[in-house]
């Protein structure tokens, strides 16, 4: 058995432990927005279980873009034989827009594939999901569709009729999300208060701000909370769930960490480790089955699961019915 060795650091940064890879020919260097979490896991422990002979490098950037042109740089200097990228502000910093005029600032000329982009489409990361579009780009999709996300609300409170949403301009995709419900909050009949975090500042919002917002939210008289796609929100999940339960707001969260390990109502939402799987196994395809990343479709994640917090629950006052309890996951 070959031996395993730790490979995990970010340029000018602490060193971030993530997990045990096998050492050998292939070199992977994943790009991450908030450190590697349980995707990040999922990822290095399936080429780990593949046996595949690859070596999995790990890139925090902290959430700032200012690093990741030097990680640009650094899987040139390598010559790293894949990067992964994880999210919408990295992928799109990383990889650029696929009408890009400056190739030579982004990753162009090896096989890059993203994870955990919310709308990888409307972002101009990816063509379609028969292809990226890109000769070197290959990538995962692991959302429902937000009409799903609209029914199981109405499962829940059937008289619903006015979601709230708190989005971070400077991350691309959230500000997307908010377009694409207003889109569907016409089609499915309901209202939509969508408020700015941290208007005109143009890097992290403040934190401090969020219960303020959440509060706003229900001045206006939100019946639920839609986390949307959000790594700020997500990463200060503890201030912005309470703040909901404090002002008597359900939230229903892509993310089902943050009803896990937080106070979201409930989620409907894949695996975060199966979303990982699924780009390593974009990743094998490429690296050890020899297919061009533009000639493969978008992976899409085929199972969801709900999962509700019974302690929410309680709190609110606001029980899902029997119906979606019997296919759910109930946390304490």
């Not at 019974?310 to 979606?324: H, R, S, T």
């Amino acid at each position: 058995m070959k031996k395993l060795h730790y490979f995990a650091s970010a340029l000018g940064v602490s060193l971030l432990a993530c997990g045990w890879v096998q050492a050998g020919e292939k070199t992977i260097f994943g790009i991450f927005w908030e450190g590697c979490e349980h995707g990040c896991q999922g990822f290095i422990d399936t080429i780990k279980d593949s046996e595949f002979d690859a070596k999995v490098l790990i890139r925090d950037a902290m959430q700032d873009r200012d690093k990741l042109p030097e990680f640009i740089i650094e899987a040139r200097e390598i010559d790293a034989d894949l990067v992964l990228t994880y999210g919408t502000s990295v992928t799109l910093g990383v990889a650029g827009h696929i009408n890009n005029s400056e190739p030579e600032n982004f990753i162009s000329k090896r096989p890059l594939v993203f994870m955990y982009v919310s709308d990888p489409f409307g972002s101009g990361i990816a063509e379609s999901f028969e292809g990226s579009g890109r000769p070197h780009v290959a990538g995962t999709f692991n959302r429902v569709p937000e009409a799903v996300n609209i029914k199981t609300i109405r499962t829940i409170q059937p008289d619903f009729d006015h979601l709230g949403i708190l989005f971070n301009m400077n991350e691309r995709n959230s500000a997307l999300k908010v377009k694409e419900m207003e889109e569907l909050s016409k089609e499915m009949g309901f209202e939509l208060t969508a408020l700015e975090i941290d208007p005109g500042n143009q890097n992290v919002p403040d934190s401090a701000l969020i219960p303020g917002k959440v509060a706003e939210l229900a001045d206006a008289g939100v019946d639920f909370i839609y986390l949307g796609s959000s790594s700020f929100l997500r990463l200060n999940a503890d201030v912005f769930t309470g703040a909901a339960v404090q002002n008597g707001l359900p939230i229903l969260s892509p993310y089902e960490e943050v009803v896990r390990e937080q106070d979201a109502l409930l989620s409907v939402a894949a695996r975060a480790a199966d979303v990982g799987a699924l780009a390593a196994q974009q990743a094998l395809k490429i690296l050890r089955d020899g297919k061009e990343p533009g000639d493969l479709p978008i992976a899409r994640v085929t199972d969801f699961a709900y999962v509700v917090n019974m302690d929410v629950a309680k709190k609110l006052g606001m029980y899902p019915p029997i119906e979606l309890l019997q296919i759910a996951e109930v946390v304490e």
